[in-house]
């Protein structure tokens, strides 16, 4: 499925480097003038600065800001430097690394990443599981879980993990964008869509043109 130029995704080429589907029940599909625009939710794992202007609640602390070992950030570093070349050692390095550091949710949560972006989705739910035995605060693991889950036509439990993520970190915009384009074209869900998309654009420091006309054809198909 290709996207309509207007709606090409900005999140995909940067996929793997950045920090390091119908339902079988459902048969919903996304029409084809919104052909994957899911495409929009590929996770840019870029923390993006709200808005100083009272629409968010910056009191809410980030769980997930925190420091974590330099021998590990090297790791992490190695890991990209490996992905450019070879996808079999990058994995190689952070199962070492998940293995040296099994405090640490970070190698698998890039594990399943990897295994998100080469379509082994049973292999990054997996990981995915690992990743939030080891922190349950993990919203990031939350949001790409969802996305797996999305992929897999699970929609419900796409949806839960979404919410999960939200309630653990709010101020997370990619989740926002991922759980009102689950509810716009799998969902069918206009409402839901409308308060994500709106709350994605609210947390995001620059503006998104692309997003912001979705809204807007979003509330002119809802009558709004």
Same mark, same amino acid.
């Given at each position: 499925m290709l996207l309509p130029s207007k709606k090409i995704s900005f999140f995909t080429t940067v996929f793997l480097i950045s920090v390091l589907s119908a339902c079988s029940t459902l048969d919903k599909k996304?029409?084809?003038?919104?052909?994957?625009?899911?495409?929009?939710?590929?996770?840019?794992?870029k923390t993006q600065s709200s808005k100083p202007d009272g629409k968010v609640n910056e009191s809410i602390n980030d769980p997930m800001k925190r420091e974590i070992p330099l021998e590990l950030v090297k790791g992490y570093d190695e890991v990209v430097s490996a992905l450019k070349s070879s996808q079999a050692k990058a994995i190689a390095k952070l199962i070492q690394l998940?293995?040296?550091? !099994?405090?640490?949710?970070?190698?698998?949560?890039? @594990? %399943?990443? =990897? $295994?998100?972006?080469?379509?082994?989705?049973?292999?990054?739910?997996?990981?995915?599981?690992?990743?939030?035995?080891?922190?349950?605060?993990?919203?990031?693991?939350?949001?790409?879980?969802?996305?797996?889950?999305?992929?897999?036509?699970?929609?419900?439990?796409?949806?839960?993990?979404?919410?999960?993520?939200?309630?653990?970190?709010?101020?997370? !915009?990619?989740?926002?964008?991922?759980?009102?384009? @689950? %509810?716009? =074209? $799998?969902?069918?869900?206009?409402?839901?869509?409308?308060?994500?998309?709106?709350k994605y654009l609210d947390l995001l420091k620059d503006e998104d043109k692309k997003v912001a006309g979705w809204l807007i054809d979003l509330k002119r198909r809802a009558g709004n």
């Open positions: 996304p029409l084809p003038e919104q052909a994957k625009k899911a495409e929009q939710a590929e996770i840019n794992d998940n293995t040296k550091f !099994p405090k640490q949710s970070g190698p698998s949560y890039r @594990l %399943a990443k =990897i $295994y998100y972006e080469t379509k082994e989705y049973d292999k990054a739910l997996s990981s995915l599981e690992n990743c939030l035995k080891i922190e349950q605060n993990n919203y990031y693991a939350l949001n790409l879980k969802g996305m797996v889950l999305r992929e897999k036509g699970d929609f419900a439990k796409a949806k839960e993990a979404y919410l999960s993520s939200i309630k653990i970190y709010p101020n997370h !915009p990619d989740t926002h964008i991922n759980l009102g384009i @689950l %509810a716009d =074209i $799998y969902l069918y869900d206009l409402s839901l869509a409308q308060v994500h998309y709106q």
